[in-house]
Structure formats: C-alpha cells, structure tokens
Nanobody
Framework: QVLLVESGGGLVHPGGSLRLSCAAS????????MGWYRQAPGQEREFIAR???????DYADSVLGRFIISRDGIQNTVHLQMNSLRLEDTAVYYC?????????????WGQGTQVTVSS
C-alpha cells in the first residue's frame, strides 16, 4: 500500500506564491509518475502537472510558466512551486502517484490540501 501525504496549502493573495509538497511511503516504492491535480467546488478534478521518475515535467496550459514541479527521487517526494497565483487557482490540490505493475497502471491519491487565493 502506498501512502501519499500532502502539505503546504493555505491562504494567499493574488500574485503570491505557495509551495506544496507530497511525500510517498514507502520511500523505496517505484512510482513512475508523481503529480498534482486540483478540484474546485462544483468542478471536476483536473490535471495540473506531473513529473516522471527521470525528472521530465509536464504541465497543464493553465499553469504553464507559473507553476514548477520537482521531484526528489530518492525520498519519493514531489513539490509544486506555485507562483503568480490567481483567484481561479483556488481549489483542493491532490497529490497523485502512478505506478505500473503486473496489473497495469495503478493510481494513488493523497487526501488533498486546500489552496485559497483571495484578496
């Protein structure tokens, strides 16, 4: 069983920054992709960013140039540096870990952390 624990959410003014972190355990479990999704009230969960075990990032257009994803492969942690935050970035942010095993792809999710952008 893989456990993902997020931290770093909070309240920030428009234009501000926040850094989210997600730690996976066990730390030696092979996770092919680690990433972030978000869900605003009344909306579906949407992809934000992900990074491969080799460090290749991928971003949604809505955050490209503002958010930076990074990964510590040894510790199995992933970070999301969020800059130039906008009101529309307000959502619950979920950490995602994707592992390819004998049964195919398996997704693991964190419990979510609230990010609120408000003036």
């Amino acid at each position: 069983q893989v456990l993902l624990v997020e931290s770093g959410g909070g309240l920030v003014h428009p234009g501000g920054s926040l850094r989210l972190s997600c730690a996976a355990s066990p730390t030696d479990f092979s996770i092919n992709y680690m990433g972030w999704y978000r869900q605003a009230p009344g909306q579906e969960r949407e992809f934000i960013a992900r990074i491969t075990s080799g460090g290749t990032p991928d971003y949604a257009d809505s955050v490209l140039g503002r958010f930076i994803i990074s990964r510590d492969g040894i510790q199995n942690t992933v970070h999301l540096q969020m800059n130039s935050l906008r009101l529309e970035d307000t959502a619950v942010y979920y950490c995602n870990g994707r592992h390819y095993g004998s049964s195919g792809w398996i997704d693991y999710w964190g419990q979510g952390t609230q990010v609120t952008v408000s003036s």
